[in-house]
């Protein structure tokens, strides 16, 4: 267990580390409770999200799009909500077609996958949800250093614990989540959809911000 040390400010305030912040997907006005157990131990949990779309996480790669190709103004205001709009769908369409997949049986446990089976994972247990991968997102983890995939167990492992732990994307549809997690100076992130009544977690993409900018991109 990782443990971070804070200080109290002189109104009582704390400043979570930004690490824990960019783990957890937390952002201004979320909201936090703190658990004390009978040993006096303290706890914090999420309580209230705030939700945003998908699409806000790549607004600055969206304006730099843009801004390349000579908006400015009216135009890139315009232009940028078109963007946004159109990455915005994609996440329902991801989820619908993973859990498509799935049904199909066109998916895999994530320690099947063989760029992580490579890395002699042998798993014998599982957690309360069951973390499956189709073959998109196989194909995700293929390009995948080795540094980079020796992270991913780590963060399947605590999916299949509380995947709802994590930051929540808006869409009208599905329950769609992110984690982030850092290899080296990269962040990277994995995009997941709960389907809660059936304990099942399907992976829409996984890797680093500028590269699920250019999938989502090439889906939309």
């Known amino acids: 267990m990782e443990t971070y040390r804070v200080k109290v400010g002189t109104k009582g305030e704390i400043i979570l580390p930004k690490e824990l912040r960019e783990l ?16 006096g131990k303290v706890f914090v949990r999420t309580a209230e999200r705030s939700v945003r779309p998908l699409s806000d996480f790549f607004e600055d ?3 730099s799009d843009l801004l390349a190709e000579g908006c400015n103004g009216d ?13 915005s769908t994609v996440l329902d369409r991801l989820s619908e077609e993973a ?28 957690g309360q949800f069951n973390v499956m991968i189709t073959t998109r997102g196989v194909h995700d983890l293929v390009v995948l250093r080795k540094e980079e995939l020796k992270e991913i167990p780590a963060v399947f492992e605590c999916l299949e614990q509380d995947p709802f ?16 997690f850092r290899s080296g100076t990269k962040e990277h992130r ?8 059936e304990n099942l977690i399907v992976i829409l993409t996984v890797g680093a911000r500028e590269v699920i900018y250019d999938r989502l991109n090439g889906i939309a």
């Open 99 to 126: 859990h498509r997949a799935h049904k199909n049986g066109q998916s895999i446990r994530w320690w099947e996958a063989q760029a992580l089976s490579s890395l002699g994972i042998h798993k014998t247990d599982r």
């Open 75 to 87: 135009c890139l205001k315009n232009k940028l909500l078109e963007h946004k709009l159109k990455l």
């Open 165 to 180: 732990a994590f930051k929540r994307l808006r869409g009208p549809f599905y329950e769609t989540y992110r984690v982030s």
């Open 190 to 197: 994995v995009i997941y959809t709960v389907f809660s009544q």
């Open 61 to 63: 790669l969206i304006i």
């Open 24 to 39: 957890f997907g937390l952002v201004e006005e979320d909201t936090l409770d703190l658990c004390v157990d009978s040993e």
